[in-house]
């Protein structure tokens, strides 16, 4: 692993307080920007939890069954929509914190780094909602003409939640296989190496991260094999550029 020549000079309080600062800013980060989702929360509702069920037959009804299960959802929806809004700022404070620990020529990929973080985080969360509807069509139709879907918003949304960012979370894993090569912590060979291990973990992280259904899971696990796949050519072109 590559270590900066000034890292030394830092004590382990001195990183424990700039870790301080970095999480502080980033959670400020998304509290400025959960105030303007909560405000439009019934509008990100709409988009976010009513569009996906467009082609569930029977169409679930969504209930909340406690009197202030509204305003919690309202809250819910507030926090994620920040966490999403305020991802750019969330992922530079992330890569700044690792930047002491890079060589200076090393330092020159954190901001292009933030930038594709990003990208690859939205793209997950595009995926996720693209294939929710399908998700849902089956889940809500499975029990057709035997139980009637109803859905309680707070278990709905916390649904929704785990499926959207455990998919912006492991679209990260390409860019991780990037900085870990360039910096010298992985290898194209490690990868490839230990592929039977890494299948069982995905297996097990997607059984975490999804409901408890195959369904549900095996729409994590093949977008997670195909990310492997892909984060083995990225260390290959991180790899060739490091040797340039």
């Not at 035997?146 to 939640?161: A, Q």
Request: with cysteine; hydrophobic share 55%; proline share 6%.
């Amino acid at each position: 692993m590559s270590v900066n020549e000034n890292q030394g000079e830092m004590s382990f309080l001195d990183h424990l307080e700039e870790l301080r600062w970095r999480i502080i800013k980033a959670f400020a980060s998304v509290a400025i920007f959960a105030v303007p989702c909560g405000i439009f929360w019934r509008d990100i509702f709409d988009l976010a939890m009513i569009h996906p069920l467009r082609d569930a037959n029977p169409r679930p009804r969504i209930i909340f069954t406690s009197p202030a299960e509204a305003i919690v959802l309202s809250i819910k929806i507030a926090i994620a929509g920040g966490i999403i809004a305020a991802s750019p700022f969330i992922f530079y404070q992330f890569w700044k914190f690792i930047a002491p620990g890079l060589y200076k020529k090393e330092k020159v990929i954190i901001l292009p780094t933030v930038v594709v973080s990003t990208l690859c985080f939205i793209l997950g969360i595009g995926f996720s909602y693209y294939i929710l509807p399908y998700v849902l069509k089956f889940l809500a139709g499975y029990g057709a003409g035997v139980l009637e879907p109803y859905f309680k918003s707070n278990e709905y949304i916390g649904f929704i939640l785990k499926i959207t960012l455990a998919f912006g979370a492991v679209f990260e894993l390409p860019v991780l296989s990037f900085v870990l090569t360039k910096i010298g912590m992985m290898t194209p060979k490690f990868l490839i190496k230990n592929t039977r291990y890494a299948i069982v973990v995905m297996f097990i992280l997607s059984a975490i991260l999804t409901p408890p259904d195959v369904i549900s899971q095996a729409f994590l696990v093949v977008p997670l094999l195909v990310l492997y796949g892909i984060s083995i050519g990225v260390s290959f072109l991180a790899q060739g550029k490091k040797s340039t």
